[in-house]
């Protein structure tokens, strides 16, 4: 299995801009597809950003399209999620996630879909 743990959150104004990081640990990084959801109080668990075990293809949701970018360093056992122009709706705990590449096909993926998960990173954007 693999252990995974964000840092990088915190309080920022809108428009402004923050780097998530997600270090791994454990299996061969590679072999794993990561994702970045976000909850917000009262609210169910979301989609956010996705990339492929290959780094191949990268998936968004919708609100976010256009301002985050999710990218991964094999080398280095990371995934990053680099968000600007970033809004009070965009505050939440960012959590990220990994899948075996064998479960890697599914997009856009659900929670479900997603085996191993951190702890989570809080960001608040005020307005």
């Known amino acids: 299995q693999v252990q995974v743990v964000e840092s990088g959150g915190g309080l920022v104004q809108a428009g402004d801009s923050l780097r998530l990081s997600c270090a791994a640990s454990g299996r061969t990084f590679s072999n794993y597809g990561m994702g970045w959801f976000r909850q917000a109080p009262g609210k169910e668990r979301e989609f956010v950003a996705a990339?492929?075990?290959?780094?191949?293809?990268?998936y968004y949701a919708d609100s976010v399209k256009g301002r985050f970018t999710i990218s991964r360093d094999n080398a280095k056992n990371a995934v990053y999620l680099q968000m600007n122009q970033l809004k009070p709706e965009d505050t939440a705990v960012y959590y990220c996630?990994?899948?075996?590449?064998?479960?890697?096909?599914?997009?856009?993926?659900?929670?479900?879909?997603?085996?191993?998960w951190g702890q989570g990173t809080q960001v608040t954007v005020s307005s």
């Open positions: 996630a990994a899948r075996s590449r064998s479960s890697d096909y599914r997009f856009p993926p659900g929670p479900t879909d997603y085996t191993y």
């Open positions: 990339i492929r075990w290959n780094g191949g293809s990268t």
